[in-house]
C-alpha cells in the first residue's frame, strides 16, 4: 500500500527542490550546479516512525561514497559531498523537514554499506548501492532510482580490451564487498582479479599501469574518464554486461520508511526533480538522462 505522504506533510513549502538561478543550471563557467533545495517548513509524521523521529531529531546520516565524481564525491572547491547520490539524499532530508546543512554525510566504501546500516552508524545509505538478494538477508532497500551496469575502464591507448570476453590473463581491478568483484571471479576466471577497498586505488592503479582494467559500473566509471585529473587518459569500454539497480540501503523490517523512500523517489520522479538532479550531476559530463525506473515495492 502506499504511504499517504501527500496526507500527513503540510505543504507550506511549495518546492521540494528547484534549481537555482531561475532555473539556469549553468554557473558561467559553463559547468552545471546541483539543485538547489527547499525544506519542507512543517511536516508531521506518524508518532514513533523513522521519519518522526529524523524529523523531530533535525539531523540524518547519510552513508555515501566520497572518491566517485559525478555520483558521491568530495568536491575540490567546496570539501563538500557532491554528486547524484547526493543530491538523492538532500532531497530526502528535506521532505523530512532537515536542511542540507543538518545532514550528516558519512563515508561508506562497498564493503562496509550493510555493516554501517545493521551497526546503526548510519541511517540510510545511498551509494550504487545494487540491490541483491543477498544484501537484502541484511538490509532492506528502497528504489531503485537508478539503473547501471558492470563495464570496464582502459587506458586510452589500449586497444586490447574491448569487452568481458577479453579478460584472460588481464590485470583486472575491482573493490571488495561490491558485485563487479564477484562477477570477475565467477564468470571471467581467467581474469587475474586485483582487489583493493575503493574505486580510487583502483583508478590510480590502472594511471600507472599496474593494473590493465578497472571493472565496475559503467556511470562510476564514467565520471572517472570525465574528471579533469584524467583527461585523455582512459576510456570506458561500453560493452556493459550486468544490470544494477541502485538503492537506497536502511534498516531491514522498516517498511513505513521504506515506503516514504519510496514515495519520495516516485514524487521526484513525476515533478521532474529526479531529471533535474540527474542533469545538474552526472548529466554534467554529457550523460542523458534516462527514464526512471519503476521502484519496486517489494513484499
Ligand atoms: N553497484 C555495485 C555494488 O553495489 C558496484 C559499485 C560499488 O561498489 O559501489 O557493489
Redesign the pocket.
Known amino acids: 500500500m502506499k504511504f499517504p505522504i501527500r496526507r500527513l506533510v503540510l505543504l507550506f513549502a511549495v518546492l521540494a527542490l528547484v534549481l537555482a538561478a531561475g532555473c539556469g543550471d549553468d554557473d558561467g563557467n559553463g559547468e552545471s550546479r546541483a539543485p538547489e533545495v527547499t525544506v519542507e517548513e512543517e511536516v508531521e509524521f506518524p508518532a514513533g516512525s523513522t521519519m518522526a523521529e529524523l524529523a523531530d531529531a533535525g539531523t540524518i546520516r547519510i552513508g555515501t561514497?566520497f572518491d566517485q565524481p559525478g555520483l558521491g564525491n568530495i568536491s575540490l572547491e567546496t570539501d563538500e559531498p557532491e554528486g547524484f547520490d547526493v543530491e538523492i539524499g538532500k532531497l530526502i532530508a528535506s521532505k523530512l523537514g532537515i536542511d542540507e546543512d543538518d545532514i550528516e554525510f558519512i563515508e561508506t566504501i562497498?564493503a562496509n554499506r550493510e555493516a554501517f546500516i545493521t551497526g546503526d552508524r548510519v541511517d540510510i545509505v545511498i551509494?550504487?548501492?545494487?540491490i541483491n538478494d543477498e544484501r537484502k538477508q541484511q538490509v532492506d532497500f528502497a528504489g531503485p532510482y537508478y539503473v547501471?551496469g558492470q563495464d570496464l575502464l582502459v587506458r586510452e591507448d589500449d586497444d586490447s580490451i574491448n569487452g568481458p570476453d577479453d579478460l584472460a590473463g588481464k590485470r583486472v581491478c575491482a573493490?571488495t564487498?561490491?558485485?563487479?568483484i564477484a562477477r570477475i571471479r565467477t564468470s571471467y576466471p581467467e581474469a587475474e582479479p586485483v582487489e583493493f577497498e575503493t574505486?580510487t586505488e583502483c583508478v590510480d592503479q590502472l594511471e600507472a599501469g599496474q593494473i590493465d582494467a578497472v571493472s565496475?559500473?559503467d556511470i562510476?566509471l564514467a565520471g572517472y574518464a570525465a574528471d579533469p585529473k584524467y583527461e585523455g587518459k582512459f576510456r570506458v569500454v561500453g560493452e556493459v554486461f550486468s544490470t544494477?539497480p541502485?538503492g537506497i540501503g536502511l534498516p531491514k523490517g522498516d517498511t513505513e520508511f521504506r515506503n516514504f523512500l519510496n514515495d519520495v523517489l516516485e514524487d521526484a520522479y513525476e515533478d521532474g526533480t529526479w531529471e533535474e538532479i540527474f542533469d545538474a550531476t552526472l548529466g554534467a559530463s554529457g550523460e542523458t538522462a534516462p527514464e526512471p525506473p519503476p521502484v519496486d515495492r517489494y513484499p
Open positions: 561514497k562497498s551509494a550504487t548501492y545494487t547501471a573493490v564487498g561490491s558485485t563487479p574505486y565496475t559500473d562510476i544494477e541502485y
